[in-house]
């Protein structure tokens, strides 16, 4: 490993154990701020190593400074030759360090159970990185202790932001006066929603106003007030301490890049569209466009397996309806290999 890369890699994991620190400690004086900070600064850290590690660089033509969290993040995604982020990985990064920016730089008031959320999605993240880029596995770098500790993790984390809105509506509720706290609130969740949407700027006090009236009104839809957070669920696996919590999109709705130079974006949104929308392609179009046959179609299909992933197909009322992911990954196969060489392949294998 390079020296900058391992020295990278040693500062995250200082980071990451300080920001575990923050969150286990009993009292709560610059708590939330603390391990937000850390946990950011943490994985700007380990995305540099990696990038090193995988052979790219962290310095422009020119620049004197490295490059920033978004750009780290855009090249670990999309960057052929160092890639080692998934779209999923980068939506809960985005989240992290728009949350960071609000603790840092303004106020951002996050309940208990969001915290664990993030702290907990995070440790996840980084375990997952480490083991895929690096080899090695976060549980032999720690003590055994040093994992964050909740008395109110939340089972169902989507249900945990319903409980905020709820929460909200109390703040916000006749003769509380408690608009402030409200507004803290709602930062929080806006920042995680813009996050999921690509959207990198922090929320405005005019559109917290608008989401904190819709609430004093009685709309309390998740998708309705934020429909990025309503286009993701969090998957937990495991038990126990080791129990571990990744975000995943929902079925259906696709995650895309954002144009880099793109003003006040981050790098990757998830874009909720009714499913016929998504899954927009028929069998005979996928042949037209590709420009084979049916039965070529067919093989290509069949060989791929394009059916089996829910980001390529889907079945309704008996039609298999196709994506423009699952075009893509045909024709990039038939740039690999000529159609006849697939067709060759799929009657050795079709009895």
């Not at 509506?169 to 930062?187: H, N």
Request: aromatic share 6%; net charge positive; with cysteine.
């Amino acid at each position: 490993m390079k020296k900058e890369a391992r020295l990278l890699k040693h500062k995250s994991l200082n980071s990451l154990i300080l920001s575990i620190e923050h969150f286990n400690r009993p009292w709560d004086v610059g708590r939330t701020d603390a391990v937000l900070m850390l946990l950011d600064h943490s994985f700007e850290m380990l995305l540099k190593a990696a990038i090193l590690h995988r052979g790219g660089k962290i310095r422009d033509p020119g620049e004197k400074n490295t490059i920033g969290f978004d750009a780290c993040v855009r090249r670990g995604l999309s960057t052929a030759a160092i890639q080692f982020l998934n779209e999923e990985q980068a939506l809960a990064l985005q989240a992290i360090n728009g949350l960071r920016d609000a603790a840092q730089h303004h106020l951002l008031d996050i309940s208990e159970g969001h915290l664990y959320l993030q702290a907990k999605s995070g440790i996840t993240l980084h375990r997952d990185i480490l083991k895929s880029v690096f080899k090695e596995a976060l549980h032999e770098l720690l003590p055994d202790r040093v994992l964050p500790i909740a008395t109110v993790a939340p089972l169902d984390p989507i249900s945990l932001f319903t409980e905020e809105i709820k929460e909200v509506a109390r703040l916000l509720s006749p003769g509380k006066r408690r608009r402030a706290e409200a507004t803290a609130r709602l930062r929080a969740l806006s920042i995680v929603d813009g996050a999921m949407k690509g959207e990198k700027l922090q929320p405005s006090e005019t559109a917290l106003r608008k989401l904190g009236e819709q609430i004093s009104k009685g709309v309390t839809d998740l998708s309705t007030l934020f429909p990025g957070i309503a286009a993701v669920a969090f998957k937990a696996d495991g038990a126990g301490t080791s129990v571990n919590l990744r975000i995943v999109k929902r079925e259906g709705i696709p995650v895309t890049f954002v144009p880099e130079g793109s003003a006040d974006s981050s790098v990757v949104a998830v874009k909720r569209v009714s499913e016929l929308d998504y899954y927009n392609l028929r069998f005979g179009d996928l042949a037209k466009k590709l420009r084979i046959t049916t039965n070529q179609a067919t093989a290509l299909i069949k060989l791929l397996q394009i059916k089996e992933s829910e980001d390529f197909a889907k079945q309704f009322f008996h039609t298999w309806c196709y994506s423009s992911k699952a075009l893509d990954c045909m024709r990039q196969a038939l740039q690999e290999k000529p159609v006849d060489q697939w067709w060759a392949e799929y009657r050795q294998q079709t009895p």
